[in-house]
Each structure stands twice: as structure tokens, then as C-alpha cells.
């Protein structure tokens, strides 16, 4: 019997898979704990659906990535710390402190778990640090340290 996953199903496949299984699987297990649906041409016409409608919402998330980014190019966020001799901080500047700074100054809300710091900064100067905001898209933002 042919059966659409509805949900990840360890030893058969991944959600929308169309997998062949017994009948008495598909009776017995499957289809009692909604973990698929019988491959009739109504539920394979949603899962066409299902899937064009996905496909349509990826694009649109790729589009507005691309337009964050080119937005981003240009910005510096300034971000002020209080420091010592010689230009160290006291402690170091996290991705909250400039995912805050950025929704102060720029009005943007960027997470700040997709900001990736190769190492804590805890001088003052200006930083270059990449955002990855979608698998294929990643973004530079520049952030300033200055004493406050």
C-alpha cells in the first residue's frame, strides 16, 4: 500500500515521502497514529499543493534575506563600553548587546543567534561581523566599540 508521511517516521522516511509499505503496517500502525495518509489522487493533489505552496514561502524568505543584506551592507551599529588603558574593555561585547543596538539605532531585528562572532571582541574599533540570514545568504554588518 502506497502512504504519504504525515510526520517523520524513523525507519521509513521524512515528512511527504510517498513510501510503499504492507497493508497491515499501513492498518495497523500508520494510519491509527496519523503518521500517514492513504496515497489516493485527493491526498496526492494537497501534497502537490503542500509542496508549491512551500516551495513559493522559501522564495519569498530568500528574497527578503537578500534584501536585509543589501540593507545591511552599508550600516555600522555603535555600540558603547566602558574601557581601560590602552583600549581594552571591561568584559565583551555579546551578539545580545548588537542585536539590541541594532533595533535601537537601525530599527532592525536581528537575532542574535544567526550573528557569528569568530572570537568575543574586547577592544574598541570597528568589527566586521557576518549574519547568516538564510542557508545561501550572508549578511556583513559593521559594528563600532567606543567608550562610553
Known sequence: MKVILLQDVKSLGKKGD????????ARNMI?????????NAENLN???LQH???????????GNAK????????KIVEVKMRA???????????????????KQQLDLDI???????????RALGTYEIRIKLHP??????RVKVSEA
Open 18 to 25: 510517498i513510501v510503499n509499505v504492507s497493508d497491515g503496517y
Open 31 to 39: 494510519l491509527p497514529k496519523k503518521l500517514g495518509a492513504e496515497a
Open 46 to 48: 494537497d501534497l502537490k
Open 52 to 62: 508549491r505552496h512551500a516551495d513559493r514561502v522559501a522564495e519569498e524568505q530568500l
Open 67 to 74: 534584501k536585509l543584506a543589501e540593507d545591511l551592507e552599508d
Open 84 to 102: 581601560g588603558e590602552g583600549g581594552r574593555t571591561f568584559g565583551s561585547v555579546s551578539t545580545k548587546e548588537i542585536s539590541a543596538a541594532a
Open 111 to 121: 537575532d542574535k543567534k544567526k550573528m557569528v562572532l569568530p572570537e568575543p571582541i
Open 136 to 141: 545561501k545568504v550572508t549578511a556583513k554588518l
